[in-house]
């Protein structure tokens, strides 16, 4: 074995969960930023088979990788199921969330204390970037469905792709 395991000191792992439909430069930027805290980040992107998203998981998945294999310590998945089974199956103590601004944190609270009551898994919340402070998935998608300009807001390849996708449609 190599690594932090072999020299008897703990991997230090944690989450960031979302639906990622699509990533954002600001999912991108907690990520990444996480990707500096621990040593190993998983990104879990979670399946909600009542939500109709935009992109396929599996695409979702794709760019994903694409955008986060710099960082090196970063592992993508897809989980259908609690976010603390998620991490129960991997070990993974933390969650790292972005708070926006304070309209995000009622619902944040809320899962936050959801989750440790559940399974003792902590949440941590890392302020947004006050650049991506308006910026979600779904006005992205608004935006570049009525042809707005986006190419500020997510990563190439995801512009690339929503592109494709919408003209699909
Ligand atoms: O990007 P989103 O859609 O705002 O992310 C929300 C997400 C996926 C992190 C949240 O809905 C979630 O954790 N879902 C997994 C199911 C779960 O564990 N629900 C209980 C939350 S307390």
Not at 8 to 17: E, F
Not at 94 to 104: E, F, M, N, P, T
Not at 123 to 131: I, S
Request: aromatic residues 8%; contains cysteine; glycine residues 8%.
């Amino acid at each position: 074995m190599t690594g932090p395991e072999s020299e008897g000191s703990v991997v230090r792992r944690a989450v960031c969960p979302g639906s990622f439909d699509p990533i954002t430069n600001g999912h991108l930027d907690i990520i990444s930023r996480a990707s500096r805290l621990y040593d190993e980040v998983y990104v879990a992107v979670m399946i909600n088979k009542s939500k109709k998203g935009l992109l396929e998981v599996d695409e979702r998945l794709d760019l994903i990788r694409q955008v986060t294999a710099e960082y090196g310590n970063v592992r993508v998945e897809a989980f259908h199921g609690l976010l603390v089974d998620f991490c129960k199956q991997r070990d993974i103590p933390a969650i790292v969330k972005g708070l926006r601004a304070v309209s995000d944190f009622d619902y944040e609270l809320q899962m936050a204390q959801m989750n440790i009551g559940l399974s003792g898994v902590e949440t941590l919340f890392v302020p947004t970037n006050p650049t991506y402070s308006f910026l979600s998935s779904s006005l992205v998608k608004e935006v570049a469905t009525w042809g707005g300009d986006v190419s500020h807001l997510v990563p190439p390849v995801v512009l690339e792709a929503l592109n494709k996708r919408l003209r699909k449609d």
